[in-house]
């Protein structure tokens, strides 16, 4: 019987912590068997042997655009690892560790159409208050005794600057078909069942607790993606979507909010690419006070809405 997310953060279940570790333990076998199966595929479609396979993939991630079909090959790379990493270990486990079903990621009845709606806009309004997060994250500093984990993680950042703009450099419309169901869809979904449908929930019932778990499910989200001066930002955002799940009850809201904030990116990006736009929203900075002001306003404002509107859904029980 499915319980509501009000009974489960108010009822400390046994043994919560161990069931984490063989999460833990599900995504990590499933990291290798992606990565595995991410380099037979390659080697399949480019005819290499393991040594050849091996240089290829040094020189993708070092210099990607030297590699013939280097892009669609980063996208494979990417989509393997990222579906077996997060999507298909958390399925796994959600369905053969906790014995239950893709229902039972909800626990309130669906919202009303206007919840869909506000899900989707509120990340978009959210844009100005996160970008000044950016840019304090950006512009940390590290003590001088520390200037050698500055400089290796500046330099992991400047990696994964060159990866992302060699993979959102595209201008037809067929690769934005791919980017977004391989770097948008993809991610939203494991991500999201992962850390807000498992974890976030599994910490609440550890914790009794709801809004600890959410922050620490936020974090443990954004740490996982290794990029440090983003934390911030990502955190921030994890919380959202945390508590867009929390008050809707439905995980698919959480869902639209993730892939709509990160395919707006990219559809800005794929704008620009092909001159429509002038602006390369990767470069924008901090915006403007009064848009961050508005945007502060505008998304308490909405997400009062969801959460009032959330309290008037009967849960399931």
């Not at 980063?74 to 990222?82: P, S």
């Not at 050698?148 to 990696?159: I, T």
């Not at 996982?224 to 911030?232: E, M, S, T, V």
């Amino acid at each position: 019987m499915q319980k509501s997310y009000s009974n489960l953060v108010h009822t400390r279940v046994p043994g919560t912590l161990g069931g984490l570790l063989v999460l833990v333990g599900f995504v990590l076998i499933g990291m290798a068997v992606g990565n595995v199966l991410a380099i037979l595929i390659l080697a399949l479609l480019s005819g290499s042997d393991a040594d050849s396979i091996t240089g290829l993939l040094t020189t993708l991630f070092a210099d990607p655009e030297s590699v013939p079909n280097g892009w669609i090959s980063m996208m494979i790379l990417q989509g393997t690892v990222h579906f077996f990493s997060y999507l298909l270990p958390s399925l796994l486990y959600w369905f053969y560790m906790e014995r239950k079903d893709l229902s039972d990621f909800n626990f309130r009845r669906k919202p009303a159409p206007t919840v869909w709606f506000l899900a989707a806009i509120v990340v978009l309004i959210f844009i100005p208050v996160n970008s000044q997060f950016i840019e304090w994250n950006s512009s940390m500093v590290f003590p001088e005794s520390w200037s050698w984990l500055e400089q290796w993680m500046r330099e992991k950042e400047d990696q994964n600057a060159m990866l992302t703009q060699f993979m959102t450099n595209y201008q037809q419309i067929g690769q934005l078909i791919i980017a977004l169901t391989v770097v948008v869809l993809l991610p939203a979904l494991g991500e999201e069942v992962l850390f807000r449908g498992i974890i976030q929930r599994k910490l609440a019932q550890h914790w009794a607790n709801v809004h600890i778990a959410i922050w620490v499910s936020a974090a443990i989200f954004s740490a996982i993606h290794f990029q440090f001066y983003g934390f911030l930002p990502r955190m921030i955002l994890g919380a959202l979507f945390g508590y867009l799940y929390y008050w809707s009850g439905r995980l698919s809201v959480a869902i639209l909010a993730h892939f709509v904030n990160n395919g707006f990116v990219l559809v800005m990006m794929f704008l620009y690419n092909i001159k429509v736009l002038d602006t390369n929203i990767e470069e924008v900075k901090v915006m403007p006070l009064t848009a961050i002001l508005a945007s502060i306003v505008l998304t308490t404002a909405i997400l009062f809405e969801i959460r009032r509107s959330g309290s008037k859904e009967k849960t399931l029980v």
